[in-house]
């Protein structure tokens, strides 16, 4: 496991971002944004186990302890998922993270990599693609040690400072509608504080993505035109 290995070695790791799983054990890893959510979506029985990742894209699904899937929605119909996404629920300090630049105090940085060309660079992978800086020598010696237990390609710096990986190059965005959602949170709690921020444009998106490619490129088409 690499993050126990950097532990016992003593090398500094930094990330941003969710956790790609969580087991029920971990409770330290789940906001209580999250513990309202889950509640409500998925009362009963008690999950044991969620992850962030579906088969077939980001999804957030919650299974028991048998495995069996008691709630699974796609990213963009999902009111938790969608308020990460867009920054909504994050930590107050993620909005003045100092850390969040090119120049890293850790030894290695390690995350999702956001905004690859993969059909230029990648046209058959199979897999997600995770993003590797080695910011110190003790880093790099770690990773080299590593690097053939993983399918490697190297890129410049400047590939990974895109419009998409904006945490290397500054903190996050704090969105316009917080102000707004932290007051409605304080007196109806996550549910409905959200739901109240997010109806019309969460709907939209729910809409769009029931909707079959062929209709949505009429559609296009037609608003074009007009």
Not at 179 to 188: T, V
Not at 209 to 220: G, N
């Amino acid at each position: 496991d690499v993050t126990n290995e950097l532990i016992n070695r003593k090398i500094t790791c930094l990330t941003c971002g969710v956790i790609g799983n969580v087991n029920i054990e971990d409770d330290y890893n789940i906001n209580e944004y999250f513990k309202q959510h889950a509640s409500y979506v998925c009362p009963t029985p008690k999950w044991n186990e969620l992850t962030f990742r579906g088969e077939h894209g980001f999804s957030l699904v919650m299974k028991d302890e048998k495995g069996n899937v008691l709630f699974n929605e796609k990213s963009n119909c999902d009111l938790y998922f969608r308020a990460f996404l867009d920054g909504l629920v994050f930590r107050e300090n993620c909005y003045s993270c100092r850390y969040s630049s090119i120049n890293r105090c850790s030894d290695i940085t390690i995350g999702d990599y956001w905004g690859l060309p993969c059909d230029d660079i990648l046209p058959d992978r199979k897999y997600k693609v995770s993003l590797i800086l080695p910011n110190t020598i003790k880093g790099k010696r770690f990773f080299d040690e590593c690097r053939n237990d993983f399918d490697v390609i190297e890129l410049p710096l400047e590939a990974a400072c895109n419009k998409e990986q904006t945490n290397l190059l500054h903190p996050s965005a704090k969105p316009q509608k917080r102000s707004r959602f932290l007051f409605l949170y304080r007196l109806f709690g996550f549910e409905k504080a959200v739901i109240m921020v997010y109806r019309p444009p969460l709907f939209i998106r729910a809409i769009k993505e029931m909707m079959p490619k062929k209709i949505k490129t009429i559609l296009k088409k037609v608003f074009r035109k007009k």
